[in-house]
């Protein structure tokens, strides 16, 4: 799930399971619909998170069942997304968290992607530790304070530092270099995948023991698990931009879709509702849940979004 840093979100090869599978760069396993002139054909770049394939699911089902279309998914990391959109691997990126080098030389340079316009989501990274161990040290939620905690976060994993948990070494980032330039006692340590560092936090829930982990927002997991975010040191412009001296929290971006610039000019229909398709965060959670919590399909929990919500979904049709 993900943000303006620099790495990119990792892609779960078991898309309907949502296991810990490692990342994946399935660019140069394109679709063959991609960029097929004159077919009613769409492809979709899946990134790994479950709010990613949330998007992904509801687009499907409708460009399918109310358009007409087929619909192929590619399963790709979120930088290598940009190279399989440029080159029409892919049609659409409908969750990108902010990649401006990207951005500058697809979209502003070589002019081979178009935006898509906003998704309506406001995506955030930050560290959280879980609310039950916030109300008992009311004073860990301060950056300043964490290395007097760091005892209670060691694992065999991270030695005698504090653990620091992330989800998978692709995904987007700075933790590394915080830790560093912030100068904690603390050990940045992978759980592999979403899937997985998700296991692993409610494992930590189920026991009330105590966790540091970097999480994000929208994600359904918080309704199960509340946490509570650690203050950083406040985000500014240009804070994260050389990724070796980051010393600031991460942003909150709003998330943006991206279409292939043929496919924004050329693709009909489709192109035109995907550049309308615009949700809030309760559609996307309500959807995620579905998948992650209730081990629905994606295309089973997109149906019954859709059968819910038919005034939200009219309107990206018209």
Sequence with gaps: MRIRTTAAVAAASCLALLTGCGAADMTKQASPFANAQGAKTVTLSVQSWVGAQANVAVAQYLLEHELGYRVDTV???????????????????????GHPEQEKRYVDDKKTIARGGELGVTGHIGWFVPTYLAERHPDITNWKNLDKYADLFRTAESGDKGQLMDGSPSYVTNDKALVKNLKLDYQVVFAGSEAAQITQIKQFAKEKKPFLTYWYSPQWLFEKVPMTEVRLPPYKEGCDADPEKVACAYPHTPLEKYLNADFARKGGKAAAFLKKFKWTTEDQNEVSLMIAERKMSPEDAAKKWVDRHESTWRKWLS
């Design 75 to 97: 399963q790709v990391d979120e930088v290598p997304a940009w190279d399989a959109l440029s080159q029409g691997r892919v049609d659409a990126l409908l969750e990108d968290w």
